[in-house]
T-cell receptor, first 111, second 108 residues
Framework: NAGVTQTPKFRVLKTGQSMTLLCAQDMNHEYMYWYRQDPGMGLRLIHYSVGEGTTAKGEVPDGYNVSRLKKQNFLLGLESAAPSQTSVYFC??????????FGPGTRLTVL | AQRVTQPEKLLSVFKGAPVELKCNYSYSGSPELFWYVQYSRQRLQLLLRHISRESIKGFTADLNKGETSFHLKKPFAQEEDSAMYYCALSGPGNQFYFGTGTSLTVIP
């Protein structure tokens, strides 16, 4: 089992560019999450999904979109990147009523 | 509203000394609480959860509903314990709420 994987590991964007982060899990988990991690602010939930075809907003959803077309994949999109979106992004998945398993993170810099 | 508070951003202790990382929460129902650890440039991983009542790497945490706390403790800190620690609460719909984290440094 690979667990939770994220692609890419690093990315540098210019302001206004778009990109998609991919999260994949092979544990057949129902729930998937996207967080951003910033110094002094801990982990903040961007969007999450409680099952294939569903998505919901978290604490800081503005500027991001997500899709969960397949149960094992959860995509995070930035349509027009801004410097404020420079962060480390973590994906996580969980079974019902269980703990979360995290991916290795994607370090994104927006210039 | 659900909230998790970790009052200490930074904590330094000497090797062999006891360590306590504080976590307080607010939640209207019956909470499920976790401690996650993140070693340097690694992914977050579960350290322990309150329902399992187990000790992992010498760490324990007791849920105190009266004080709404879930402090993490270890009697003798080791250098390899240096890491970022996050307290988290699981709420409705399996949504997790994380504290802002405490960076623990164990001084040799």
């Amino acid at each position: 089992n690979a667990g939770v994987t994220q692609t890419p590991k690093f990315r540098v964007l210019k302001t206004g560019q778009s990109m998609t982060l991919l999260c994949a899990q092979d544990m057949n988990h129902e729930y998937m999450y996207w967080y951003r991690q910033d110094p002094g602010m801990g982990l903040r939930l961007i969007h999450y999904s409680v099952g294939e075809g569903t998505t919901a907003k978290g604490e800081v959803p503005d500027g991001y979109n997500v899709s969960r077309l397949k149960k094992q994949n959860f995509l995070l999109g930035l349509e027009s990147a801004a410097p404020s979106q420079t962060s480390v992004y973590f994906c996580a998945s969980a079974a019902i009523s269980d703990t979360q398993y995290f991916g290795p993170g994607t370090r994104l810099t927006v210039l | 509203a659900q909230r998790v508070t970790q009052p200490e951003k930074l904590l330094s202790v000497f090797k062999g000394a006891p360590v306590e990382l504080k976590c307080n929460y607010s939640y209207s129902g019956s909470p499920e609480l976790f401690w996650y650890v993140q070693y340097s440039r690694q992914r977050l991983q579960l350290l322990l959860r309150h329902i399992s009542r187990e000790s992992i790497k010498g760490f324990t945490a007791d849920l105190n509903k009266g004080e709404t706390s879930f402090h993490l403790k270890k009697p003798f800190a080791q250098e390899e314990d240096s890491a970022m620690y996050y307290c988290a609460l699981s709420g409705p719909g399996n949504q997790f709420y994380f504290g802002t984290g405490t960076s623990l440094t164990v001084i040799p």
